[in-house]
Antibody
Framework: QVQLQQSGAELAKPGTSVKLSCKAS????????IYWVKQRPGQGLEWIGY????????YYSEKFKGKATFTADTSSSTAYMLLGSLTPEDSAYYFC??????????WGQGVMVTVSS | DIVLTQSPALAVSLGQRATISCRAS??????MHWYQQKSGQQPKLLIY???NLASGVPARFSGSGSGTDFTFTIDPVEADDIATYYC?????????FGAGTKLELK
């Protein structure tokens, strides 16, 4: 069965970076886009962008250009999102997700990033 | 970016019908999807392509609409349905989400 397993919670200082992982299993990793979504505690969902592991192509929402960088390691079926120049506004849950038809059928469990000095 | 507008909350009684609307700032054709999110959990896809039931989702959930106006319905509402519901459009990159509608019990 399709699974997306995300890395554990992160505590980071302002100005630093964190690299989040999303390990895929149960399907051909290179055949589906991986999307990333942000959710601040008590707030709504925010679409960050996606990577296509088949060719490494990426797309970023304008708001996250320069903030997020997507990569994918096909040998380990793992997608990554690097969040740089962290500020308290980056404190949030981050989800990876994958579509089947349209819409996101599969989601990782989410990872909490806390930015604090 | 396409803006999706949802009402913030809806109070319903168990066994009744709940209807949530989502209006897009421009046409998204049928590229509208609906998610349920319970506290502390990841979202769950319920409806894709405006009206298609996702795998394993009970038939008391349904969706309709096209263009700019969409409706999501739960009939009848059960206690387990208390959650926040989000619409999402995937017509144009970037995808966008509505702000969510919190379903509450009367």
């Amino acid at each position: 069965q399709v699974q997306l397993q995300q890395s554990g919670a992160e505590l980071a200082k302002p100005g630093t970076s964190v690299k989040l992982s999303c390990k895929a299993s149960g399907y051909t990793f290179t055949s589906y886009y991986i999307y990333w979504v942000k959710q601040r505690p008590g707030q709504g969902l925010e679409w960050i962008g996606y990577i296509y592991p088949g060719n490494g192509g990426t797309y970023y929402s304008e708001k996250f250009k320069g903030k997020a960088t997507f990569t994918a390691d096909t040998s380990s079926s793992t997608a990554y999102m690097l969040l740089g120049s962290l500020t308290p506004e980056d404190s949030a849950y981050y989800f990876c997700a994958r579509p089947a038809n349209s819409g996101f059928d599969y989601w990782g469990q989410g990872v909490m990033v806390t930015v604090s000095s | 970016d396409i803006v999706l507008t949802q009402s913030p909350a809806l109070a319903v009684s168990l066994g009744q019908r709940a209807t949530i609307s989502c209006r897009a700032s421009e046409s998204v054709r049928s590229s509208m999807h609906w998610y349920q999110q319970k506290s502390g959990q990841q979202p769950k896809l319920l409806i894709y392509g405006a009206s298609n039931l996702a795998s394993g989702v009970p038939a008391r959930f349904s969706g309709s609409g096209s263009g700019t106006d969409f409706t999501f319905t739960i009939d009848p509402v059960e206690a387990d349905d208390i959650a926040t519901y989000y619409c999402q459009q995937s017509r144009n990159d970037p995808d966008t989400f509505g702000a969510g509608t919190k379903l509450e019990l009367k």
